[in-house]
């Protein structure tokens, strides 16, 4: 009796180990499951990012050529119209600065 009951608890303690085991063997095939679709959710987010960024830095580079490209028209022009300023216009504008700073009895 006791070398039967001492088989049936050797039997249940092999069984319990066998599920224990396989236990484990389940839990990291699931969490190697899980890792594989975390790294490829990450990786698609990342290319995601990473074509939003490229988007945006065009845009921004378009939109500063853009601008870029008015202020250089813009100062082109203030410069022209300054060298087309004849002497007599620049006199009167010198004029009216040495009246200003010069005391009234150099005037």
Not at 23 to 49: C, D, F, G, N, T
């Amino acid at each position: 009796m006791e070398k039967d009951l001492l088989q049936a608890v050797i039997k249940v303690e092999s069984a319990i180990h066998q599920s224990i085991e396989s236990e484990r063997k389940k839990a990291a095939e699931w969490l190697e499951s899980v890792r594989v679709s975390l790294s490829q959710e990450l990786e698609a987010k990342k290319l995601q990012l990473d074509e939003e960024y490229a988007r945006a830095l065009e845009s921004t580079c378009r939109e500063c050529e853009i601008k870029a490209k008015k202020e250089v028209t813009d100062v082109t022009e203030m410069v022209e119209n300054l060298q087309n300023i004849t002497d007599e216009i620049l006199q009167e504008i010198v004029r009216g600065f040495l009246q200003e700073i010069l005391p009234a009895e150099h005037r």
